[in-house]
């Protein structure tokens, strides 16, 4: 990776470091927008996302790269209703805040679909060879799902380039649905994507 020192941040070693949901939302939304990828103020998206973050600290990692936050990836399980949405390609990124998303303890009964919400990785750094490791810190947060107490059924992700495609196609999610205003459904079943991961850690040997 060209000499890059890239470490994968908790909301834990965040707060070891100062730095908080709030503050690490305002860094990496401000990439989204130098990537073109907001519809509304960065300030918005921040005061929308954070208790978001908060209470979703198992589902996510901000990017580090040389000591800098350079991206993020993401997912959340909305609820039965918001989830139909995301089917139908109709869901809508102003509907990502926290009166969506299913509470703990709703977790931890039944089964659930989660929304891979974004992968994102500043524009200076998107030529680098970074999808292994991205793939790896994938695979050891979200593998622990299950041992949480959290049982989940498909992943979702909302895909609007070709970049995107070729990243979530390499772990097994297919087209399920498309929407010119709201890009294109992607599906796979968790298993399956645990499956891909693991392949592709090793392809890439770490």
Sequence with gaps: MNNLDVKFCSKKDLAAIGIDVAQMLTLITKIDEENGLLEEPYEAVVARLTPVFDATENMWRAIMINGEIKGYWNCEALTDEYTELIKKAQLKECYINIDNLKTDSQLLA?????????????????????????????????????????EVGDMWASIWSDQGVRFFTKLGFVLHEKNEHNGAIYRVSFDKFIKNLESMIAKYGL
């Design 110 to 150: 039944g089964k659930h679909d989660l929304l891979f919400d974004s992968v994102c990785i500043h524009k200076d750094y998107q030529d680098h060879k970074l999808s292994g490791v991205i793939y790896k810190s994938i695979y050891d947060t979200l593998s622990k799902l299950p041992a949480d107490g959290i």
